[in-house]
């Protein structure tokens, strides 16, 4: 079994090995869809890298005597194990693997130590709601190897957080057999980025994409710091109809400081309409194409390259399936109606109009 | 209710003291009167500017009679909309104000479902071939009309061939009361015609955009118009003639030279008649002249609009444009089939969208309904309001011309100061004045008097601007023409109740429908009366009352267009869209606060015009 895969080898088949994040990175590759290059550190990675440091057995030895109601024993479980995990140093086959993956994307990338997003990706239907896991560890603008190492441990410490802890208890999960891979991509260094939904998540609307973004990397769009920019693109006519919102902060990477900042947004820029037509268009096409690839409505971030000219500069980061619509659509809208029905239907309405 | 305190009662309006006397020029029926108070008090009436967005003169009214009685009674006595009542009419000040009858008692409602179910539905099965059949009968009914002699004199002695060998028994005084008589039935009758399949179609519109809306809740006016609009429809022949005589113009170098030189039509004419080449051109043209010349140079609702045959100069112009574009290789007709497939393209798209196999055959079902029958909005508006009206404008004008002849009025045109009760007294004194023999006197002097008049109260009403509305806006409405020609909608009075409040020059912001996408930024042209529109330049946005189809050339010049009035399919809408030009209409404020050269940004995506700069 492999330490690492590159994100075009494995796709849902792989599942178990590299997580639901990479596994969907790798379906998207293969969906002809522009993802920024990288791989993943595997499950069987992380797992040797718990059996062969002893963690596993120390883990236990923490875990086994915490109840549920007890707070702050769990609280404290979950430092000391975090704690523990970022302290012992990864076996070394599994150090040289990671290493030669880094370089060689380095390399394919032209630049040496490129900077990478480190995000992990969960295989456990345990943890609830994706947002819980990809809130805390996600790191951005990583370089070097002894860097990247590093925030691949606290990716996967962090299914060790006392909230996933307390959950897994709470569901009868036993600890060890929840398992965590780690995705290493090129960062796309962005001029704005956001996320779409491959509907209208407002009113369920199939005939449409709704797009957000705002100027930066897609980080407070996401997390919701910025009131972002919004479009709806109709599928088929391509009208888009947009409200551009007054955009304070922007996150991106500060090279004097050598890592990634929250910035005041200048006055001229703040209601600038963040991404130009033909982009909102490229992404809405690719919206499409994932959409009809997975065959279910998608949750999909995207970023937009600062240096690269259109449309090379789009990428998609991320796809995940929508959720909430996704699950209540399922009955017809309109049912069995001949025109006749519908027809005398409309012809006993009334149309309100008083107020 | 915020609106009880918004709009006067009907009996409230104060007119200015320029229009004293205008209540005369209209039959009295057409008034607001205390008899009927309490019923016109209940009612909603607001201004008719698609179809009347300037003062109506006497004669021009009976297409409007016509237009009340046809359109409510296929509502209410043939097909029997079931909540659905018709639309009255009334006159205030010499502007058209209409109202949506309120709803019929429960037990008629009941009723009238019944035979709705049968009636209606076997128009939209057979729709092809009433097609057929409607188009066979309105097109007899024309040339009827056209056959109606008008006698060219009153002759000092009747043609001794009517009175030998065996009199003809009637002559030119019963013939001219005849005529007009008839005239005014054919007219009735084509108005009958033109609500056959009307009601129905925009009953069948309004079903497939609920249907779209439940499906896709935040779908465009603009793209459920586009799944509904034909191409290959009779109101863009004209336009597709002109294309073909332009071409074929193009094809002898000396026939194109003439249409490109800067002469008048006339002079054009002549000139080519010098030519064998120039000869065979005219010959084609007089070939399609009846009917695609018979095209009102505005809606078709005005005598003084004239059409394409009164004004040559207005086709010739277009087709001097067409020549010299051909002649830089650019291509001018626009391709039907590209606009075809094109739509079959949208219609698919979205289908493939539903996911519910019976929500994708409702669909089906609700689309092949309102495809057959939607080409009827499109086809009868050329057929009627095109050409049976240029038959009639001639007829009348022909007269015209006999109370000319005779000293009782100054020009033809002053017939139509006065409505069609009054046309048969002028007729009557006048062949009284024949019949009883030489010496009689005419009262020439006062129906001069009484057109010059009313000449300057339509001048006054002009510049007059009436409340938008009058009345009690209802809670609902059930009449489809209400929603979806004339676009009234809550947002649409609630507009109004602001628009009579708002300062013109304050006014920052226009909202309408979106109904042709698009999004431009230029300067204004605002034409409110039909002779401006000669005025516009390329590039320009057009902001009027309303358009209609027969302006088509134009849409090649402009940039954008905003209308006063009009719903999500009316006119304007129709022909942006084929042309894909941006267009926002129903802003209820447009011309009021806009002005030429102000420099505006068209959202056509999202129905807002922003004010730029003034000029």
Known sequence: MPYTLWFQKAGKEALGLVGGKNASLGELIRADIPVPPGFSVTTEAYDEFLSEGGIKEKIEKILSPIGLQDVTSMEEASQTIRELIRQTPMPNKIQEAIRSNYQALSQVCEVPDIPVAVRSSATAEDLPGASFAGQQDTFLWVRGDKQVLDKIKLCMSSLFTARAISYRIKMGFPHEKVLISVGIQKIVDAKAAGVMFTLNPLNGDLSKVLIEGSWGLGEPVVSGQVNPDKFVVDKVTKEIVRTISQKWIECIFDPEKGMVCHLDIPHERQELQCIEDEEI??????????????????????????????PLNIFLVQSRPETVWSQKKKEPVLGKKSAYDLLMEKALQRIKIGS | MAQK???????????????????????????????RGEWENRQFWYQDKIHDPEPMPPLDLIFHEAWQISLSQYTTRVFCIPPAQGIAQRMVGCYMFIAPVEPPPPAIIEEKAKLFGKRAFYIFEHYPELWEKWLNKFQALGRQMADVKIPEELPKYVPEELVLPAPQGYYASYELIEAFNMLVNQMFKGWQYHFEMLNLTYLAYLMFADVARKLFPGISESAIGMMVSGADVSMFRPEAELCRLSRLAV????????????????QKIGELKKTEEGKKWLADMEKVKNPWFYISCGSGWF????????????????????????????????????????????????????????DKKSFEDAFKTVRGIYQFAEDHLFWVEHWLHTIWWQKIRDIGKLFVQRGMLKEED??????????????????????LGEGIP???????????????????????????????????????????????????????????????TEVTELKGFASSAGVVEGKVRVVKHLDELTKIEQGEILVCPTTNPAWAPIFTKIKASVTDIGGLTCHAAIVCREYGVPSVTGTGIATSVLKTGDTVKVDGNTGIVKILKRA
């Open chain 1, 281 to 310: 268009h490229e992404l809405a096409r690719y919206a499409r194409r994932i959409e009809e690839y997975y065959g279910c409505p998608q949750d999909i971030e995207w970023a937009i390259d600062k240096d690269k000219p259109f």
């Open chain 2, 5 to 35: 305190k918004g709009f006067p009662m009907p009996l409230e309006v104060e007119y200015p003291k320029e229009l004293e006397g205008w209540e005369e020029m209209y039959p009295s029926h057409y008034l607001f009167s205390k008899e």
């Open chain 2, 251 to 266: 094809s002898s170098p000396k026939v194109a030279n003439i249409i490109k030189s800067d002469a008048s039509a006339e």
């Open chain 2, 303 to 358: 005598y003084y609009e004239g059409s394409w045959l009164t004004k040559l100069d207005i086709p010739f112009s277009y087709m001097k444009s067409y020549v010299e574009r051909l002649g830089k290789g650019e291509k001018i007709e626009r391709s039907l089939e590209e606009i075809s497939r094109k739509r079959d393209e949208i219609v698919a798209e979205y289908r493939k969208l539903i996911k519910s196999d019976e």
């Open chain 2, 414 to 435: 002053d017939i139509f100061m006065f409505n069609r009760f009054e046309v048969p007294e002028l007729i009557e004194e006048l062949v009284i004045a024949w019949a």
């Open chain 2, 442 to 504: 005419l009262r020439s002097k006062y129906y001069m008097a009484k057109a010059e008049k009313r000449k300057r109260i339509l001048e006054a009403a002009r510049k007059w601007n009436p409340v938008p509305a009058l009345g009690i806006p209802p809670e609902e409405v059930a009449e489809p023409f209400t929603v979806m020609l004339w676009g009234i909608t809550t947002e649409k009075v609630q507009e109004w109740l602001k628009g009579m409040a708002v300062v013109p």
